[in-house]
């Protein structure tokens, strides 16, 4: 009796080792940026630019955001309108299009509350500061 019971018990130790859930596969920076990016609306918190035109702005309102959405698209309601995105494979560089304008932008830094960006052109650099809270400014 005692190896019958023995022998139940090493058939089901080894049928939950070979049964067992595999270990989730590690996300790619590319994956964990997405994911962020989609996750909600990005308030603006910050915006200047650098350059010939320096110039910044830190007064805005919840009227003032960008929504990235899981199908490519893109909805932001204080300069750039609606259009689509991807993201490199890197995770790094978001390509943004408008009509017929492709605007690059580097990713600084993207966490669950704060999204960093830098958009470098010929003549000027912007950075872009947003986070999931929205500003609560009156213009004076």
Known sequence: MKKVVLMLMFMIG???????CKKDEEKTEKEKNLELL???????????????????????????????????????TWDFGNGTYTISEDGKTLSLTTGNYTSTFTITS?????????????????DFSMAKTALNCTAR
């Not at 080894?14 to 067992?20: D, I, K, N």
């Not at 993207?110 to 912007?126: C, D, H, P, V």
């Open 14 to 20: 080894a049928a939950v080792t070979f049964t067992s």
């Open 38 to 76: 989609v996750s909600g609306k990005w308030y603006y918190q910050s915006y200047k630019t650098n350059g010939s035109n320096n110039t910044a702005y830190t007064c805005f309102t919840s009227a003032n955001y960008w929504e990235f959405k899981s199908d490519g698209t893109f909805n932001e």
């Open 110 to 126: 993207i966490n669950n509350s704060e999204l960093k960006m830098n958009l470098a052109g010929s003549k000027f650099s912007a």
